[in-house]
Structures are given as structure tokens and as C-alpha cells.
Antibody
């Protein structure tokens, strides 16, 4: 069945770079797009960016200058890198398998805290 | 960016009741709307896409409707497992944007 799992450090220092990995199973990254979505505690989600099935990328313009998404299809992994983290980047980060332009399947999420 | 406004922010209802949650877009989104359910401590789960299409495995007591800038999610015969937060999301235009959510509790 479709599964996605996020992994990465739970704590990041302010101004440092966040690196997260999404490992997928049950589908091919060359057939489906994968997005990164984050959610501050108690608030609505925010779409960050997408790795299209053809290898192209799309980013939220609010984050584009800090964000990079890449993939390794041989390892079934999608990567997120975001630099210059601040305290308001704290939240739960999810990867999703996209169906057209909505988010059909979600990983369990990984909590990222930005603090010194 | 298209702003999504949900109402109410919170809602208390009894078992068996019918519940309606509203979502208003800042401009016409031409039915490019999805609804998600998020139970406490869990990730969001897709309920509805294209404003009124039920995702695989979602109970038929959930339904979506609307057009233009106004959309709604209806839950018929509320069950205890429906206690959750509900979010709308537009995907008509980039970037996809979400509402702030509606928290549904049992009365």
C-alpha cells in the first residue's frame, strides 16, 4: 500500500539549514508527484513545494528563496532543504503523494523545532 | 495568493446530528477544492476532492458541495470517530492554500 515516512532532525538552531527525507513505498516517484506541507501547532497547513513525477519542481513563492526539493528515484526518496531557519519555521513537516493537485496520502509527519 | 476562510472556527454537535462546515475563497476557484480531516495527533486525511468527489474509503455520510467562492462540507449522522479538525484547500491557483480549520467536538 501507499506509504510515506519523513525523517530528519527534531531540533534545528536558528539560522541553520533544515534537511528532511521522505521515503516512499507502494508507488513510483516517476508516476506520482510528492509535495512537502508544513503545519504550525494549532494552525492550518502550508504548502511548501512539489517534486513533479517528471523531475520538475514547484515552490511556494513565500519560501522559494530558502527552499530546495530534490529526489533519488533509485532510493524512492524525496529531499527537502531549507536554509536560514527561524522560530516561526517550527512545526510538523509532512510529505504527501499528490493526486492531480490535491494531497491524497500523507506521511505521519516529523516535528521540527527551531530553537537555540 | 487565494485566501480560504472557514466557518465556524469551532463547533459542538451531538451524535447523530448533521453538521455543515463552510469555506469561502477570496476569488472563484472553479471547484478546485479539497477537504481534509485531521484527528488529534495524526496527519490530515483526504475526504473530498473536486468539491464533491468522495475519496476512496471515505464513508458516504461525508459530502461536499458548492461553486464559485462558496463551498461546504456536510457530515450526516455524526459519529464519535468524526471528532477532528477539518480543513479546506484550494488548488485552482498556485500556491495551493488551506483554510485555518474547523474544530469539531461532541456536545
Amino acid at each position: 500500500q501507499v506509504q510515506l515516512k519523513e525523517s530528519g532532525p527534531g531540533l534545528v538552531q536558528p539560522s541553520e539549514t533544515l534537511s528532511l527525507t521522505c521515503t516512499v513505498s507502494g508507488f513510483s516517484l516517476t508516476s506520482y508527484s510528492v509535495s512537502w506541507v508544513r503545519q504550525p501547532s494549532g494552525k492550518g497547513p502550508e504548502w511548501m513545494g512539489r517534486m513533479w513525477y517528471d523531475g520538475d519542481t514547484a515552490y511556494n513563492s513565500a519560501l522559494k528563496s530558502r527552499l530546495s526539493i530534490s529526489r533519488d528515484t533509485s532510493k524512492n526518496q524525496v529531499f527537502l532543504k531549507m536554509n536560514s531557519l527561524q522560530t516561526d519555521d517550527t512545526g510538523t513537516y509532512y510529505c504527501t503523494r499528490d493526486e492531480d493537485l490535491w494531497f491524497a496520502y500523507w506521511g505521519q509527519g516529523t516535528l521540527v523545532t527551531v530553537s537555540s | 495568493d487565494i485566501q480560504m476562510t472557514q466557518s465556524p472556527a469551532s463547533l459542538s454537535a451531538s451524535l447523530g446530528e448533521t453538521v455543515t462546515i463552510e469555506c469561502r475563497a477570496s476569488e472563484d476557484i472553479y471547484n478546485g477544492l479539497a477537504w481534509y480531516q485531521q484527528k488529534p495527533g495524526k496527519s490530515p486525511q483526504l475526504l473530498i476532492y473536486n468539491a464533491n468527489s468522495l475519496h476512496t474509503g471515505v464513508p458516504s455520510r461525508f459530502s461536499g458541495s458548492g461553486s464559485g467562492t462558496q463551498y461546504s462540507l456536510k457530515i450526516n449522522s455524526l459519529q464519535s470517530e468524526d471528532v477532528a479538525s477539518y480543513f479546506c484547500q484550494q488548488y485552482y491557483d498556485y500556491p495551493p492554500t488551506f483554510g485555518a480549520g474547523t474544530k469539531l467536538e461532541l456536545k
